[in-house]
């Protein structure tokens, strides 16, 4: 059984930094790929970004230069470096991963697994 917990979510000012941590479980994820989605409120969810089996990473554009997605596949675990939050940064960030090796990207419905989700809130 897939399990993807997320975890260092929390209460920033703007202009901080914060970083997310996705463990992930219940399978080999080496060939999977590993994506962050939030959901602000009242807004749909949108996939920010996510690395590939082969390591190559994909970012909204929102957040390029700003967020920067790695994995530890020793670990199994997939972070986001948040840097420069701003407001329109508070939401629900999902881990997601993908199995199926669907496209786009950066589509969420591309996703088969999901977290519980970590609230991220940036106060300006």
């Known amino acids: 059984q897939v399990q993807l917990v997320e975890s260092g979510g929390g209460l920033v000012q703007a202009g901080d930094s914060l970083r997310l941590a996705c463990a992930a479980s219940?399978?080999?994820?080496?060939?999977?790929?590993m994506g962050w989605v939030r959901q602000a409120p009242g807004k749909e969810r949108e996939v920010v970004a996510c690395v590939l089996s082969g390591g190559s990473t994909s970012y909204g554009g929102l957040v390029k230069g700003r967020f920067t997605i790695s994995r530890d596949l020793a670990k199994n675990t997939v972070y986001l470096q948040m840097s420069s939050l701003s407001s329109e940064d508070t939401a629900v960030y999902y881990c997601?991963?993908?199995?199926?090796?669907?496209?786009?990207?950066?589509?969420?419905?591309?996703?088969?697994?999901w977290g519980q989700g970590t609230q991220v809130t940036v106060s300006s």
């Open positions: 219940g399978r080999n994820f080496r060939e999977a790929r």
């Open positions: 997601a991963v993908d199995f199926s090796r669907r496209f786009p990207v950066d589509t969420p419905g591309n996703y088969d697994y």
